[in-house]
């Protein structure tokens, strides 16, 4: 399966984007769909996934939504009231099956495909 992350860009605090992961290839399969995020210096973090069921990171819970439009084999992080602290490299991963629980949908380690990344900056 191959994964294109895409809707990146700069914005200010307070405001909102739109991100979306087009997955392709064996989309007959069943995946969890999850975002990272990488901010310059810091190590790759757990953002969002979508498995059996949604799971959110705390800082971004009550602000970032993910969803899933099967029909366009899209998922979608919807980011809004965004701060300063949400800059970063935004990734898209699938993992095989339908995660369970949060501890294992936010495990990088559990994930065999990435898609490229796509640069998020919020600054005034």
């Known amino acids: 399966v191959q994964l294109q992350a895409s809707g990146g860009g700069l914005v200010q605090p307070g405001g909102s984007l739109r991100l979306s992961c087009t997955v392709s290839?064996?989309?007959?399969?069943?995946?969890?769909i999850t975002w990272f995020r990488q901010a310059p210096g810091k190590e790759r973090e757990f953002i969002a996934a979508?498995?059996?069921?949604?799971f959110y990171a705390d800082s971004v819970k009550g602000r970032f939504t993910i969803s899933r439009d099967n029909a366009k084999n899209t998922v979608y992080l919807q980011m809004n009231s965004l701060k300063p602290e949400d800059t970063g490299i935004y990734s898209c991963a699938a993992g095989r099956g339908m995660y369970e629980t949060r501890s294992h949908a936010r495990a990088a380690h559990n994930y065999d495909h990435w898609g490229q990344g796509t640069q998020v900056t919020v600054s005034s």
């Open positions: 979508r498995g059996r069921s949604i």
């Open positions: 290839g064996r989309t007959d399969l069943a995946y969890t």
